[in-house]
């Protein structure tokens, strides 16, 4: 059974910083390509960051400067440092995995993890 458990989420004022990690178990890590996610409340779900399997990295506009994606395929987790958070950023954060030789969709994904910026 796989799992993708975040963490790391909660309140933090504006120009702050959090580091998510998401811990998988129940698949092969190492290969899998590592997506974060995010859902504002009233929103889609959008994209915010990948790391491959490969090693590619690629950020939304939003994300890109302010944010790092990186992964321990030792510890089986991906981590999302964000610095100099806004209130835009609040969302629910989710981290997915897929594996490209099986399709483009991310197959699995975590509950979520809150991620709260007050101005």
């Known amino acids: 059974q796989v799992q993708l458990v975040e963490s790391g989420g909660g309140l933090v004022q504006a120009g702050g910083s959090l580091r998510l990690s998401c811990t998988a178990s129940g698949l092969t890590f190492s290969t899998a390509d590592m997506g974060w996610f995010r859902q504002a409340p009233g929103k889609e779900r959008e994209f915010v960051a990948r790391?491959?399997?490969?090693?590619?990295?690629h950020y939304a506009d939003s994300a890109r400067g302010r944010f790092a994606i990186s992964r321990d395929n030792a510890k089986n987790t991906v981590y999302l440092q964000m610095n100099s958070l806004k209130p835009e950023d609040t969302a629910v954060y989710y981290c997915?995995?897929?594996?490209?030789?099986?399709?483009?969709?991310?197959?699995?994904w975590g509950q979520g993890t809150q991620v709260t910026v007050s101005s």
């Open positions: 790391r491959w399997s490969g090693g590619n990295i």
């Open positions: 997915a995995a897929r594996y490209p030789q099986y399709g483009n969709e991310y197959k699995y």
